[in-house]
Protein backbone atom coordinates (compact mmCIF):
# COMPACT_ATOMS: atom_id res chain seq x y z
CA UNK A 1 0.00 0.00 0.00
CA UNK A 2 1.31 3.60 -0.97
CA UNK A 3 2.37 5.33 2.28
CA UNK A 4 0.41 8.62 2.85
CA UNK A 5 3.01 11.59 2.28
CA UNK A 6 3.09 14.57 4.18
CA UNK A 7 1.19 18.09 3.75
CA UNK A 8 3.90 19.32 1.64
CA UNK A 9 3.20 16.32 -0.94
CA UNK A 10 0.13 15.38 -2.53
CA UNK A 11 -1.55 13.69 -0.38
CA UNK A 12 -2.32 14.88 3.19
CA UNK A 13 -1.96 12.49 6.63
CA UNK A 14 -5.51 11.02 5.76
CA UNK A 15 -3.85 9.89 2.30
CA UNK A 16 -6.56 11.76 0.35
CA UNK A 17 -5.28 13.44 -2.90
CA UNK A 18 -6.72 17.00 -2.89
CA UNK A 19 -4.63 18.20 -6.13
CA UNK A 20 -5.71 18.45 -9.70
CA UNK A 21 -8.69 19.28 -11.54
CA UNK A 22 -11.65 17.60 -14.24
CA UNK A 23 -13.27 19.74 -16.20
CA UNK A 24 -16.28 17.92 -18.68
CA UNK A 25 -16.56 20.70 -21.85
CA UNK A 26 -19.87 19.43 -23.30
CA UNK A 27 -21.79 21.08 -25.40
CA UNK A 28 -24.95 21.98 -23.53
CA UNK A 29 -22.71 22.27 -19.85
CA UNK A 30 -19.46 22.94 -18.18
CA UNK A 31 -18.56 21.10 -15.44
CA UNK A 32 -15.51 20.78 -13.13
CA UNK A 33 -14.65 18.73 -10.78
CA UNK A 34 -12.01 19.19 -7.80
CA UNK A 35 -11.51 17.05 -4.42
CA UNK A 36 -11.75 19.44 -1.14
CA UNK A 37 -11.13 17.36 1.96
CA UNK A 38 -13.43 13.98 1.93
CA UNK A 39 -16.10 15.71 -0.55
CA UNK A 40 -15.80 16.17 -4.56
CA UNK A 41 -17.30 19.70 -5.36
CA UNK A 42 -18.99 20.26 -8.58
CA UNK A 43 -18.92 23.45 -10.31
CA UNK A 44 -21.02 24.04 -13.35
CA UNK A 45 -22.41 26.27 -15.82
CA UNK A 46 -24.95 25.90 -19.11
CA UNK A 47 -23.48 26.62 -22.27
CA UNK A 48 -25.84 28.74 -23.28
CA UNK A 49 -26.80 32.73 -24.24
CA UNK A 50 -29.61 35.20 -25.65
CA UNK A 51 -28.92 38.17 -27.08
CA UNK A 52 -31.24 41.01 -25.36
CA UNK A 53 -31.92 44.96 -25.77
CA UNK A 54 -28.53 45.91 -24.40
CA UNK A 55 -29.94 49.05 -22.18
CA UNK A 56 -28.61 50.44 -18.30
CA UNK A 57 -32.38 49.75 -17.51
CA UNK A 58 -32.30 45.89 -18.56
CA UNK A 59 -29.02 45.14 -16.95
CA UNK A 60 -30.15 46.27 -13.86
CA UNK A 61 -33.48 44.22 -14.31
CA UNK A 62 -30.86 41.30 -14.74
CA UNK A 63 -29.13 42.16 -12.19
CA UNK A 64 -31.96 42.30 -9.29
CA UNK A 65 -33.09 39.37 -10.62
CA UNK A 66 -30.18 37.50 -10.43
CA UNK A 67 -30.51 36.48 -14.25
CA UNK A 68 -26.25 36.18 -15.34
CA UNK A 69 -25.11 38.36 -18.39
CA UNK A 70 -22.25 39.07 -20.58
CA UNK A 71 -21.78 42.35 -21.95
CA UNK A 72 -19.43 42.56 -25.10
CA UNK A 73 -19.19 45.64 -26.73
CA UNK A 74 -22.79 46.90 -27.68
CA UNK A 75 -24.56 43.70 -27.02
CA UNK A 76 -25.81 42.40 -23.60
CA UNK A 77 -26.46 38.36 -23.82
CA UNK A 78 -28.10 36.36 -21.04
CA UNK A 79 -26.48 33.13 -20.18
CA UNK A 80 -26.91 29.88 -18.52
CA UNK A 81 -30.36 28.76 -17.75
CA UNK A 82 -31.64 31.78 -17.97
CA UNK A 83 -30.57 31.56 -21.61
CA UNK A 84 -33.15 28.77 -22.23
CA UNK A 85 -35.93 30.22 -20.51
CA UNK A 86 -35.58 33.34 -22.21
CA UNK A 87 -35.73 31.84 -25.59
CA UNK A 88 -38.74 29.85 -24.92
CA UNK A 89 -40.43 33.28 -23.63
CA UNK A 90 -39.93 34.65 -26.84
CA UNK A 91 -40.02 31.42 -28.63
CA UNK A 92 -36.52 31.66 -30.59
CA UNK A 93 -33.22 29.87 -30.21
CA UNK A 94 -30.58 30.10 -27.71
CA UNK A 95 -26.50 30.38 -28.85
CA UNK A 96 -24.35 27.86 -28.02
CA UNK A 97 -20.77 28.51 -27.93
CA UNK A 98 -20.01 24.90 -28.76
CA UNK A 99 -21.78 22.95 -31.62
CA UNK A 100 -21.28 18.70 -31.93
CA UNK A 101 -18.84 19.08 -29.16
CA UNK A 102 -16.38 21.71 -30.63
CA UNK A 103 -16.29 25.38 -30.47
CA UNK A 104 -18.62 26.30 -33.25
CA UNK A 105 -17.42 27.80 -36.19
CA UNK A 106 -20.42 29.56 -37.28
CA UNK A 107 -20.86 31.53 -33.76
CA UNK A 108 -18.83 34.40 -34.16
CA UNK A 109 -18.80 34.82 -29.88
CA UNK A 110 -18.11 31.41 -29.52
CA UNK A 111 -14.54 31.96 -28.07
CA UNK A 112 -14.62 35.26 -25.73
CA UNK A 113 -18.26 32.95 -24.55
CA UNK A 114 -16.50 29.53 -23.58
CA UNK A 115 -13.54 31.60 -22.09
CA UNK A 116 -15.42 33.33 -19.76
CA UNK A 117 -17.78 29.82 -18.88
CA UNK A 118 -14.75 27.83 -18.73
CA UNK A 119 -13.07 30.46 -16.43
CA UNK A 120 -16.10 30.78 -13.97
CA UNK A 121 -16.12 26.83 -13.54
CA UNK A 122 -12.46 26.42 -12.82
CA UNK A 123 -11.20 28.97 -10.99
CA UNK A 124 -7.84 30.07 -9.84
CA UNK A 125 -5.07 27.11 -9.77
CA UNK A 126 -4.67 26.18 -6.49
CA UNK A 127 -1.05 25.57 -7.23
CA UNK A 128 1.51 26.15 -9.90
CA UNK A 129 0.60 24.49 -13.13
CA UNK A 130 -2.03 22.44 -11.11
CA UNK A 131 -3.03 19.45 -13.72
CA UNK A 132 -6.35 19.59 -15.30
CA UNK A 133 -7.73 17.23 -17.05
CA UNK A 134 -10.25 18.47 -19.64
CA UNK A 135 -12.39 16.40 -22.08
CA UNK A 136 -12.48 16.13 -25.57
CA UNK A 137 -14.49 14.55 -27.99
CA UNK A 138 -13.74 11.56 -30.36
CA UNK A 139 -13.34 11.56 -33.98
CA UNK A 140 -16.39 11.93 -35.47
CA UNK A 141 -17.46 8.78 -37.80
CA UNK A 142 -20.06 10.43 -39.38
CA UNK A 143 -18.78 14.30 -39.93
CA UNK A 144 -15.62 15.77 -41.82
CA UNK A 145 -14.98 18.07 -38.70
CA UNK A 146 -11.29 17.63 -36.99
CA UNK A 147 -10.78 18.18 -33.31
CA UNK A 148 -7.43 19.44 -33.77
CA UNK A 149 -8.64 23.04 -33.28
CA UNK A 150 -10.83 22.64 -30.43
CA UNK A 151 -8.70 20.86 -28.30
CA UNK A 152 -5.49 22.98 -28.96
CA UNK A 153 -7.51 26.13 -28.00
CA UNK A 154 -8.84 24.89 -24.64
CA UNK A 155 -5.52 23.52 -24.01
CA UNK A 156 -3.87 27.10 -24.96
CA UNK A 157 -6.71 28.75 -22.39
CA UNK A 158 -6.05 26.25 -19.63
CA UNK A 159 -2.78 27.51 -20.00
CA UNK A 160 -3.19 31.12 -19.66
CA UNK A 161 -5.23 30.42 -16.67
CA UNK A 162 -2.08 28.84 -14.95
CA UNK A 163 -2.88 25.13 -15.39
CA UNK A 164 -1.31 22.37 -17.11
CA UNK A 165 -4.20 20.92 -19.13
CA UNK A 166 -4.26 17.39 -20.17
CA UNK A 167 -7.18 16.26 -22.25
CA UNK A 168 -8.99 13.08 -21.73
CA UNK A 169 -11.42 11.39 -24.43
CA UNK A 170 -14.97 12.20 -22.75
CA UNK A 171 -15.79 8.33 -22.76
CA UNK A 172 -13.13 7.34 -21.78
CA UNK A 173 -13.37 10.04 -18.60
CA UNK A 174 -16.57 7.15 -18.03
CA UNK A 175 -14.81 4.49 -17.69
CA UNK A 176 -12.07 6.11 -15.35
CA UNK A 177 -14.99 7.14 -12.63
CA UNK A 178 -16.99 4.18 -12.77
CA UNK A 179 -15.53 1.16 -13.66
CA UNK A 180 -12.60 0.69 -11.25
CA UNK A 181 -13.97 -2.65 -9.80
CA UNK A 182 -14.12 -4.08 -13.07
CA UNK A 183 -10.11 -3.03 -13.56
CA UNK A 184 -11.31 0.18 -15.61
CA UNK A 185 -12.49 -2.62 -18.42
CA UNK A 186 -15.83 -1.74 -20.67
CA UNK A 187 -17.35 0.45 -22.99
CA UNK A 188 -17.92 4.02 -21.60
CA UNK A 189 -21.17 5.66 -23.41
CA UNK A 190 -21.36 9.35 -23.35
CA UNK A 191 -24.88 10.69 -25.04
CA UNK A 192 -24.03 14.28 -24.52
CA UNK A 193 -25.93 16.99 -26.46
CA UNK A 194 -24.23 17.44 -29.64
CA UNK A 195 -22.23 13.89 -29.78
CA UNK A 196 -22.23 10.10 -28.97
CA UNK A 197 -18.77 9.40 -27.20
CA UNK A 198 -17.79 5.75 -26.94
CA UNK A 199 -14.67 4.42 -25.84
CA UNK A 200 -14.19 0.56 -24.88
CA UNK A 201 -10.82 0.52 -22.23
CA UNK A 202 -9.32 -2.40 -21.44
CA UNK A 203 -7.28 -2.08 -18.18
CA UNK A 204 -7.90 1.75 -18.29
CA UNK A 205 -6.31 1.60 -22.04
CA UNK A 206 -8.46 2.94 -24.79
CA UNK A 207 -8.89 -0.16 -27.73
CA UNK A 208 -11.22 1.87 -29.63
CA UNK A 209 -12.64 5.69 -29.35
CA UNK A 210 -15.04 7.70 -31.18
CA UNK A 211 -17.92 9.95 -31.60
CA UNK A 212 -20.75 10.35 -33.98
CA UNK A 213 -22.73 13.61 -34.40
CA UNK A 214 -26.09 12.56 -33.46
CA UNK A 215 -27.17 12.86 -29.95
CA UNK A 216 -29.61 14.84 -27.97
CA UNK A 217 -29.81 18.24 -30.33
CA UNK A 218 -30.18 15.96 -33.35
CA UNK A 219 -33.37 14.38 -31.99
CA UNK A 220 -34.53 17.80 -30.82
CA UNK A 221 -34.22 19.32 -34.34
CA UNK A 222 -35.44 16.17 -35.93
CA UNK A 223 -38.77 16.31 -33.28
CA UNK A 224 -38.72 19.87 -34.21
CA UNK A 225 -39.19 19.58 -37.79
CA UNK A 226 -41.50 16.97 -37.44
CA UNK A 227 -44.27 18.60 -35.12
CA UNK A 228 -43.61 22.16 -35.92
CA UNK A 229 -42.03 23.45 -32.41
CA UNK A 230 -38.92 25.19 -31.96
CA UNK A 231 -35.60 23.01 -30.81
CA UNK A 232 -35.56 24.76 -27.37
CA UNK A 233 -39.20 24.04 -26.49
CA UNK A 234 -38.69 20.63 -27.60
CA UNK A 235 -35.41 20.24 -25.31
CA UNK A 236 -36.98 21.76 -22.31
CA UNK A 237 -40.26 18.97 -22.50
CA UNK A 238 -37.53 16.57 -22.80
CA UNK A 239 -35.57 17.64 -20.13
CA UNK A 240 -38.35 17.97 -17.81
CA UNK A 241 -40.43 15.27 -18.38
CA UNK A 242 -39.87 12.49 -21.13
CA UNK A 243 -40.46 8.80 -20.09
CA UNK A 244 -39.98 6.45 -22.33
CA UNK A 245 -41.48 3.78 -20.66
CA UNK A 246 -44.32 5.26 -20.88
CA UNK A 247 -46.85 3.43 -22.95
CA UNK A 248 -50.00 4.57 -24.22
CA UNK A 249 -51.58 8.31 -23.59
CA UNK A 250 -48.40 10.59 -24.67
CA UNK A 251 -48.39 13.69 -26.36
CA UNK A 252 -47.13 14.20 -29.76
CA UNK A 253 -43.94 15.56 -29.17
CA UNK A 254 -43.35 12.41 -26.58
CA UNK A 255 -44.56 9.96 -29.51
CA UNK A 256 -41.87 11.88 -32.14
CA UNK A 257 -38.83 12.05 -28.75
CA UNK A 258 -39.54 8.27 -28.39
CA UNK A 259 -39.17 7.41 -32.39
CA UNK A 260 -35.76 9.18 -32.54
CA UNK A 261 -34.69 7.56 -29.36
CA UNK A 262 -34.84 4.61 -30.99
CA UNK A 263 -33.40 5.51 -34.33
CA UNK A 264 -30.17 7.12 -31.94
CA UNK A 265 -29.67 4.17 -29.89
CA UNK A 266 -30.10 1.58 -32.80
CA UNK A 267 -27.60 4.34 -34.83
CA UNK A 268 -24.73 4.54 -32.04
CA UNK A 269 -24.94 0.49 -31.13
CA UNK A 270 -24.61 -0.55 -35.04
CA UNK A 271 -21.29 1.84 -34.81
CA UNK A 272 -20.07 0.37 -32.35
CA UNK A 273 -20.82 -3.47 -34.15
CA UNK A 274 -18.93 -1.92 -36.98
CA UNK A 275 -15.86 -0.57 -35.41
CA UNK A 276 -15.47 -4.16 -33.06
CA UNK A 277 -15.38 -6.09 -36.09
CA UNK A 278 -12.74 -3.57 -37.79
CA UNK A 279 -10.66 -3.72 -35.00
CA UNK A 280 -7.89 -6.28 -35.85
CA UNK A 281 -6.65 -7.86 -32.40
CA UNK A 282 -9.04 -7.11 -29.85
CA UNK A 283 -7.40 -8.37 -26.01
CA UNK A 284 -8.76 -11.15 -24.93
CA UNK A 285 -11.14 -10.51 -22.60
CA UNK A 286 -12.13 -13.07 -19.76
CA UNK A 287 -15.44 -12.02 -18.59
CA UNK A 288 -18.45 -10.15 -19.91
CA UNK A 289 -17.77 -6.53 -19.64
CA UNK A 290 -20.02 -3.95 -18.53
CA UNK A 291 -21.48 -1.34 -20.38
CA UNK A 292 -21.87 2.22 -18.67
CA UNK A 293 -24.56 4.86 -19.73
CA UNK A 294 -24.35 8.50 -18.78
CA UNK A 295 -24.89 11.91 -20.28
CA UNK A 296 -27.65 14.15 -20.24
CA UNK A 297 -29.57 12.79 -23.21
CA UNK A 298 -29.33 9.31 -21.56
CA UNK A 299 -31.98 11.17 -18.08
CA UNK A 300 -35.37 10.59 -19.28
CA UNK A 301 -36.54 7.62 -17.44
CA UNK A 302 -36.79 4.13 -18.99
CA UNK A 303 -33.41 5.51 -21.22
CA UNK A 304 -31.28 2.34 -19.65
CA UNK A 305 -34.21 -0.29 -20.38
CA UNK A 306 -34.95 0.30 -24.13
CA UNK A 307 -31.00 0.58 -24.58
CA UNK A 308 -30.89 -2.57 -23.01
CA UNK A 309 -33.44 -3.98 -25.09
CA UNK A 310 -32.60 -2.76 -28.52
CA UNK A 311 -28.68 -4.26 -27.53
CA UNK A 312 -30.49 -7.76 -27.16
CA UNK A 313 -32.08 -7.25 -30.52
CA UNK A 314 -29.06 -6.02 -32.15
CA UNK A 315 -26.08 -8.13 -29.85
CA UNK A 316 -22.36 -7.00 -29.92
CA UNK A 317 -19.63 -9.71 -31.49
CA UNK A 318 -18.03 -9.39 -27.16
CA UNK A 319 -19.57 -10.75 -24.18
CA UNK A 320 -21.66 -7.76 -22.88
CA UNK A 321 -22.52 -7.89 -19.14
CA UNK A 322 -24.22 -5.56 -17.04
CA UNK A 323 -25.64 -2.18 -19.18
CA UNK A 324 -26.10 0.52 -16.44
CA UNK A 325 -26.54 4.38 -16.06
CA UNK A 326 -23.54 6.28 -14.33
CA UNK A 327 -24.04 6.82 -10.90
CA UNK A 328 -24.21 10.45 -11.77
CA UNK A 329 -24.82 10.70 -14.96
CA UNK A 330 -24.11 14.93 -15.42
CA UNK A 331 -21.38 14.42 -13.14
CA UNK A 332 -19.37 11.11 -14.35
CA UNK A 333 -16.92 13.05 -17.17
CA UNK A 334 -15.55 15.63 -15.01
CA UNK A 335 -15.22 13.15 -12.26
CA UNK A 336 -13.31 10.60 -14.52
CA UNK A 337 -10.92 13.73 -15.49
CA UNK A 338 -10.66 13.97 -11.99
CA UNK A 339 -9.70 10.70 -11.42
CA UNK A 340 -6.69 11.04 -14.06
CA UNK A 341 -5.81 14.36 -12.94
CA UNK A 342 -5.43 13.18 -9.30
CA UNK A 343 -3.34 10.00 -10.55
CA UNK A 344 -1.27 12.08 -12.18
CA UNK A 345 -0.81 15.24 -9.99
CA UNK A 346 0.01 12.09 -6.68
CA UNK A 347 3.33 10.99 -9.12
CA UNK A 348 4.95 14.08 -9.69
CA UNK B 1 12.77 40.41 -38.32
CA UNK B 2 10.61 41.51 -41.25
CA UNK B 3 6.59 41.75 -41.61
CA UNK B 4 4.58 40.13 -43.93
CA UNK B 5 2.07 42.22 -45.86
CA UNK B 6 -0.72 41.76 -43.08
CA UNK B 7 1.49 42.08 -40.19
CA UNK B 8 2.00 45.51 -41.22
CA UNK B 9 -1.15 46.43 -42.26
CA UNK B 10 -2.40 45.14 -38.88
CA UNK B 11 0.31 46.90 -37.12
CA UNK B 12 -0.19 50.16 -38.92
CA UNK B 13 -3.94 49.83 -38.37
CA UNK B 14 -3.18 49.99 -34.44
CA UNK B 15 -0.91 52.66 -34.66
CA UNK B 16 -4.25 54.61 -36.46
CA UNK B 17 -6.67 53.56 -33.61
CA UNK B 18 -4.03 53.16 -30.75
CA UNK B 19 -6.16 50.57 -28.43
CA UNK B 20 -8.47 48.25 -30.85
CA UNK B 21 -10.01 44.88 -30.98
CA UNK B 22 -9.12 42.23 -33.18
CA UNK B 23 -12.78 42.55 -34.43
CA UNK B 24 -12.26 46.50 -35.29
CA UNK B 25 -8.72 45.44 -36.88
CA UNK B 26 -10.68 42.64 -38.90
CA UNK B 27 -12.93 45.30 -40.05
CA UNK B 28 -9.89 47.71 -40.89
CA UNK B 29 -7.75 45.46 -42.48
CA UNK B 30 -11.08 43.31 -44.38
CA UNK B 31 -9.82 39.65 -42.67
CA UNK B 32 -12.22 37.75 -40.51
CA UNK B 33 -10.92 38.35 -36.56
CA UNK B 34 -10.07 34.70 -36.17
CA UNK B 35 -7.55 34.88 -38.38
CA UNK B 36 -6.68 38.66 -37.07
CA UNK B 37 -6.49 37.14 -33.67
CA UNK B 38 -4.25 34.37 -34.73
CA UNK B 39 -1.97 37.18 -36.50
CA UNK B 40 -2.21 39.39 -33.79
CA UNK B 41 -0.89 36.46 -30.80
CA UNK B 42 2.25 36.38 -33.28
CA UNK B 43 3.25 39.93 -33.30
CA UNK B 44 2.44 40.29 -29.53
CA UNK B 45 5.24 37.07 -29.39
CA UNK B 46 7.35 39.16 -31.89
CA UNK B 47 6.97 42.28 -29.75
CA UNK B 48 5.25 44.43 -32.28
CA UNK B 49 1.92 45.28 -29.86
CA UNK B 50 1.08 44.68 -26.22
CA UNK B 51 -2.24 42.56 -25.54
CA UNK B 52 -4.33 44.04 -22.10
CA UNK B 53 -8.24 44.08 -21.61
CA UNK B 54 -9.12 42.67 -24.94
CA UNK B 55 -7.14 45.62 -26.81
CA UNK B 56 -4.35 45.88 -28.76
CA UNK B 57 -1.68 48.78 -28.87
CA UNK B 58 1.78 48.93 -30.33
CA UNK B 59 5.27 48.10 -28.38
CA UNK B 60 8.41 49.17 -28.98
CA UNK B 61 9.06 46.91 -32.33
CA UNK B 62 6.00 48.07 -33.57
CA UNK B 63 6.46 51.94 -33.34
CA UNK B 64 9.81 51.04 -34.82
CA UNK B 65 8.23 49.17 -37.70
CA UNK B 66 6.54 52.29 -38.93
CA UNK B 67 7.03 53.09 -42.09
CA UNK B 68 8.88 56.74 -42.62
CA UNK B 69 7.96 59.38 -45.05
CA UNK B 70 10.91 58.40 -47.14
CA UNK B 71 10.87 54.73 -46.61
CA UNK B 72 7.26 55.12 -48.11
CA UNK B 73 8.43 56.69 -51.47
CA UNK B 74 11.58 54.28 -51.60
CA UNK B 75 8.77 51.06 -51.62
CA UNK B 76 6.28 52.51 -54.19
CA UNK B 77 9.33 52.93 -56.28
CA UNK B 78 10.33 49.47 -55.80
CA UNK B 79 6.65 48.03 -55.78
CA UNK B 80 6.48 49.86 -59.59
CA UNK B 81 9.57 47.93 -60.66
CA UNK B 82 8.60 44.87 -59.02
CA UNK B 83 5.14 44.80 -60.60
CA UNK B 84 6.67 45.74 -64.01
CA UNK B 85 9.07 42.67 -64.00
CA UNK B 86 6.36 40.64 -62.76
CA UNK B 87 4.11 41.48 -65.79
CA UNK B 88 6.99 41.06 -67.82
CA UNK B 89 6.78 37.50 -66.91
CA UNK B 90 3.58 37.26 -66.65
CA UNK B 91 3.44 37.61 -70.61
CA UNK B 92 6.19 35.73 -71.49
CA UNK B 93 4.63 32.51 -69.31
CA UNK B 94 1.23 33.21 -71.18
CA UNK B 95 3.01 32.93 -74.72
CA UNK B 96 4.69 29.61 -73.46
CA UNK B 97 1.34 27.89 -72.79
CA UNK B 98 -0.05 29.14 -75.76
CA UNK B 99 2.35 27.38 -77.94
CA UNK B 100 1.70 24.64 -75.82
CA UNK B 101 5.05 23.99 -74.13
CA UNK B 102 3.94 23.35 -71.09
CA UNK B 103 4.66 19.65 -70.03
CA UNK B 104 2.07 17.49 -68.19
CA UNK B 105 2.75 15.84 -65.20
CA UNK B 106 3.16 12.09 -65.37
CA UNK B 107 1.25 10.55 -62.70
CA UNK B 108 4.63 8.87 -61.76
CA UNK B 109 5.56 12.58 -60.52
CA UNK B 110 2.61 12.85 -58.97
CA UNK B 111 2.46 10.11 -56.39
CA UNK B 112 6.23 11.61 -56.04
CA UNK B 113 5.22 14.66 -55.02
CA UNK B 114 2.07 13.86 -53.24
CA UNK B 115 2.90 10.50 -51.54
CA UNK B 116 -0.12 9.29 -53.19
CA UNK B 117 -0.42 5.47 -53.70
CA UNK B 118 2.78 5.17 -51.61
CA UNK B 119 3.39 2.26 -49.42
CA UNK B 120 5.85 3.91 -46.95
CA UNK B 121 4.62 4.42 -43.74
CA UNK B 122 1.41 7.19 -43.45
CA UNK B 123 2.86 11.09 -41.85
CA UNK B 124 3.02 11.52 -38.90
CA UNK B 125 2.01 15.00 -37.78
CA UNK B 126 3.25 16.41 -34.21
CA UNK B 127 0.58 18.01 -32.59
CA UNK B 128 2.32 18.23 -28.93
CA UNK B 129 3.21 22.09 -29.41
CA UNK B 130 2.43 25.18 -27.57
CA UNK B 131 -0.76 27.04 -28.83
CA UNK B 132 -0.92 30.45 -26.97
CA UNK B 133 -4.76 31.45 -26.83
CA UNK B 134 -5.38 35.06 -24.99
CA UNK B 135 -8.21 35.40 -22.44
CA UNK B 136 -10.32 36.87 -24.56
CA UNK B 137 -13.23 37.10 -21.99
CA UNK B 138 -11.46 39.96 -20.27
CA UNK B 139 -12.68 42.07 -22.54
CA UNK B 140 -16.02 41.25 -21.69
CA UNK B 141 -18.43 42.62 -18.64
CA UNK B 142 -20.08 40.49 -16.64
CA UNK B 143 -21.70 39.35 -13.83
CA UNK B 144 -21.59 35.78 -13.36
CA UNK B 145 -19.02 35.78 -10.54
CA UNK B 146 -20.78 38.18 -8.21
CA UNK B 147 -24.06 35.82 -8.60
CA UNK B 148 -21.63 32.63 -8.44
CA UNK B 149 -22.23 29.19 -10.35
CA UNK B 150 -23.97 26.47 -9.81
CA UNK B 151 -22.42 24.26 -7.20
CA UNK B 152 -23.06 20.36 -5.82
CA UNK B 153 -20.84 18.29 -3.21
CA UNK B 154 -21.10 14.95 -2.95
CA UNK B 155 -18.79 12.44 -1.17
CA UNK B 156 -15.66 11.38 -2.12
CA UNK B 157 -16.18 8.08 -1.17
CA UNK B 158 -13.30 5.50 -2.63
CA UNK B 159 -11.97 8.47 -4.76
CA UNK B 160 -8.81 7.96 -3.37
CA UNK B 161 -8.70 4.07 -3.77
CA UNK B 162 -10.08 4.56 -7.48
CA UNK B 163 -6.65 7.40 -8.27
CA UNK B 164 -4.54 4.70 -6.13
CA UNK B 165 -5.76 1.26 -8.32
CA UNK B 166 -5.19 3.89 -11.65
CA UNK B 167 -1.62 4.65 -11.17
CA UNK B 168 -1.13 0.71 -10.20
CA UNK B 169 -2.16 -0.81 -13.21
CA UNK B 170 -0.32 2.50 -15.60
CA UNK B 171 2.81 1.06 -13.00
CA UNK B 172 2.70 -2.37 -13.93
CA UNK B 173 1.69 -1.60 -17.62
CA UNK B 174 4.84 0.40 -17.85
CA UNK B 175 7.11 -2.29 -16.01
CA UNK B 176 5.60 -5.21 -18.40
Redesign the interface.
Known amino acids: MTKPKDEKGNENRKGQINKGKGVDIGTVFVKCAYKEGDEIVFKSQRNAFFDVEHTDFTKKILDNSKVKYIVKEDSLYVVGDDALEFANMFNKETRRPLSKGVISPTEREALPMIEMLIKSVIGAPRCQGEIAYFSVPGEPLDAEFNILYHIKTIEGFLETLGYSPKPVNEAHAIVLSELAKEEFTGIGLSFGGGMVNVCLSFMSVPVFKFSVAKSGDWIDQQVAMAVDETSSRVSAIKEASLDLSKQGDVSKIESALSVYYNHLIEYVIENIKQEITKARRLPRMNRPISIILSGGTSLPTGFSHRFRKILERLKLPIPIGSVRMASQPLRTVAKGALVAASADESRR | MTLSGTEAEIVNCVAVVKQA ?1 K ?1 RIGREVGFS ?2 YIGFLCRILVRKGYLLFSQ ?1 RYSLAEAGIKALPSEESGRRDREFIKEVAGELAREIRGEMKRTARGLRRPVSAGDMKKETMMGSTEEPIKIC ?1 DY ?8 L ?7 K ?1 G ?8 G ?10 T ?2 ER ?1 RKK
Not at chain 2, 158 to 167: A, Y
Request: net charge negative; glycine share 6%; no cysteine.
Open positions: TDSEGTDYPVEDESALESNIEITQVGKENSDMDRTVRLLKIHG
